[in-house]
């Protein structure tokens, strides 16, 4: 799988943009701010529906505009697909494949797979649960339509199930209410939890060689899921926490506090890694998110690189590079010279200013 072009309109700081990818390795460069994130953001909305940085439509939109639109040109397989998306403020955005709309922004899925890898992704292993959350969840929302309906419904419920919650501290008489959510907390919530131990056994059949081959054989990583409550036990715990939610106005208990650990030889990476023992489990992770993507969309995702290489010691960028093979990636960075200097090969150069983009090579 490959991106041949995409065109931007009123995105973000694009008035328009129209650019060519090769197949190979791409490199977007240019001074901070200019706009080389945004190109990588809307393949990702292409992809996902969403952005990765967890930005609404509204602020995507160039502000002098009231929608914005992106065509994404592939090749999949040998056949040429087209992905449109049309944002607007204050509206849900209009998807097409092939100039066919689509009833649910869900049908997407599995059209293009992504990779994204960006500075923050180095901290994920000592950052907060949410952001591991985060990060399960954006995955298997590519790779698994069911899950993705599971946790927008599942979302939904929390929502509706806190606002009850809200009411009946005002109102005691709505609290027999709180049952008809809670079945359905309890019907989509052991889905999640289900899904998501199956997704950590998943990585850990990968991410063990890639880690060893990463720490110079000194180190054996592997993932544990930590739900913050077991499918068997989550009814009682449910129910054992009624009165501490009332008090809260909030659902304490179910799988959106769950967590997820990485030990390195059996020891807590968060806890007791140094930060380049937790930078090096970081990048073991994203490595396996390439190999879990092509081993179950049984084909190969396009690899998003953003200001990623310039936080990495030259060891982990040549394992990196050396890693992608024939996957196509698109690489930002502030200059050329990482690469000219590592004689890294790449195929096309674009050089980004202000929201401009031209060709160099």
């Known amino acids: 799988m490959i991106i041949k072009s995409l065109e931007l309109e009123n995105y973000r700081n694009y008035k328009t943009l129209q650019i060519e990818f090769d197949r190979g390795v791409n490199i977007l460069y240019g001074d901070n701010a200019q706009g080389k994130t945004n190109i990588l953001e809307s393949i990702f909305v292409s992809a996902t529906t969403k952005s990765h940085k967890g930005s609404n439509d509204k602020d995507i939109i160039n502000f002098a505009a009231e929608e914005a639109h992106i065509k994404t040109i592939l090749d999949k397989d040998g056949l040429e697909r087209r992905v449109d998306m049309h944002l607007r403020k204050g509206r849900s955005k209009g998807i097409a494949i092939d100039k066919v709309r689509l009833k649910k922004a869900t049908e997407l899925l599995g059209i293009l797979n992504v990779v994204f890898f960006s500075p923050e992704d180095l901290s994920i292993i000592k950052n907060s649960p949410s952001e591991r959350r985060r990060f399960v969840d954006m995955e298997l929302c590519q790779i698994d339509s069911i899950y993705l309906h599971n946790l927008n419904d599942y979302n939904k419920i929390i929502k509706q199930r806190n606002r009850l919650l809200k009411d009946i501290f005002f109102h005691p008489e709505y609290r027999d209410m709180i049952k008809i959510w809670d079945n359905q907390l309890l019907v989509y919530g052991k889905k999640l939890i289900e899904r998501r131990a199956m997704f950590v056994d998943q990585l850990n059949e990968i991410i063990g060689d890639i880690h060893k081959k990463l720490s ?124 000219v200097n590592n004689r890294f090969a790449y195929d096309k150069v674009f050089k980004v200013t202000d929201g401009t983009v031209a060709k160099e090579n």
Do not use: W
């Open 216 to 339: 110079g054989q000194k180190e054996v990583l592997r993932i544990a899921y930590a739900p913050y409550v077991k499918a068997e036990d989550f009814e009682s715990r449910l129910k054992q926490s009624m009165e501490r939610d009332i008090k809260a106005k909030a659902t304490g208990v179910g799988p959106h506090k769950d967590d997820f650990i990485f030990y390195a030889n059996d020891i807590d990476v968060r806890v007791f890694g140094s930060q380049g023992q937790q930078r090096t489990a970081a990048l073991s992770l994203k490595l396996s998110e390439i190999e879990l993507v092509k081993k179950i969309a049984k084909n190969n995702p396009v690899l998003l690189l953003d200001d990623v290489l310039s936080e990495l010691d030259s060891n982990r960028q040549n394992y990196l590079l050396n890693s992608i093979g024939d996957i196509q990636t698109i690489i930002t960075c502030t200059g050329l010279d990482e690469f």
